[in-house]
């Protein structure tokens, strides 16, 4: 079973506005989760690392006042796409690990992402 | 962002056919993994390599970590047409990032 849900799979907003995307795992705390974007055809992007009570570490290029991301829990990550675009429009997915990734190797597990459509 | 190369970019293959694709990099990975991706789905973990040298299987599914820690592969036995959709291998740096490949996307017709 899915070990990681996301929501809400699918948001449809009007440009300017924000949208908040939640990211939980199921039955296991997360130190860590990851924020990936994915354009149509083209592979999965890391866009930053989400770490529990400190700050979140964004990937060259991915802007940190236009993505928004809070680790308000171990259990839970939110990015919010502030002020959208019509190009911000993508297919956003995050993941975690089961335990630390900084002590166990665990394989990281996806949510079934967000598809984020601006008009 | 960094991207490996992943190779085929496709297949169209029968039903019963075997299946096999790679992934190269020019750095080394502490661990390889291969995920597959539904259309609209996130990706699900098919096989997880922690070893040089590592073969594994899962069911029809077996996948190698490279001895140079630089490639892996990823073979389907006896394909079915629920073996539809997008393979990604994602190399993963240290305890945390990972760097997903390009992409194989395989089409099994009945």
């Known amino acids: 079973g899915a070990v990681v849900s996301q929501h809400p799979s699918w948001v449809i907003c009007k440009s300017g506005t924000s949208v908040k995307i939640e990211c939980r795992s199921l039955d296991f705390q997360a130190t860590t989760m990851f924020w990936y974007r994915q354009f149509p055809k083209q592979s999965l992007m890391l866009m930053a690392t989400s770490n529990e009570g400190s700050k979140a570490t964004y990937e060259q290029g991915v802007e940190k006042d236009k993505f928004l991301i809070n680790h308000a829990s171990l259990t839970l990550s939110t990015l919010t796409v502030t002020s959208a675009h019509p190009e911000d429009s993508s297919f956003y997915i995050c993941s975690a690990s089961l335990g630390d990734p900084r002590r166990s190797n665990q394989p990281q597990h996806f949510g079934d992402g967000t598809r984020l459509s601006i008009l | 962002g960094q991207q490996l190369n992943q190779s085929p970019q496709s297949m169209f293959i029968q039903e019963g056919e075997d299946v096999s694709m790679n992934c190269t990099s020019s750095?080394?990975?502490?661990?390889w993994l291969w995920y597959k991706q539904d259309p609209g789905e996130g990706p699900v973990l098919l096989i997880a390599?922690?070893?040089?040298?590592e073969l594994t299987s899962n069911g029809r599914l077996t996948a190698q970590f490279g001895i140079t820690r630089k490639d892996s592969f990823l073979n389907i036995s006896a394909s079915i047409p629920s073996d539809v959709g997008i393979y990604f291998c994602?190399?993963?740096?240290?305890?945390?990032?990972?760097?997903f490949g390009t992409g194989t996307l395989l089409a099994v017709q009945p």
């Open positions: 994602a190399g993963q740096l240290g305890y945390d990032k990972l760097i």
């Open positions: 750095s080394i990975f502490n661990t």
């Open positions: 390599l922690y070893k040089a040298g």
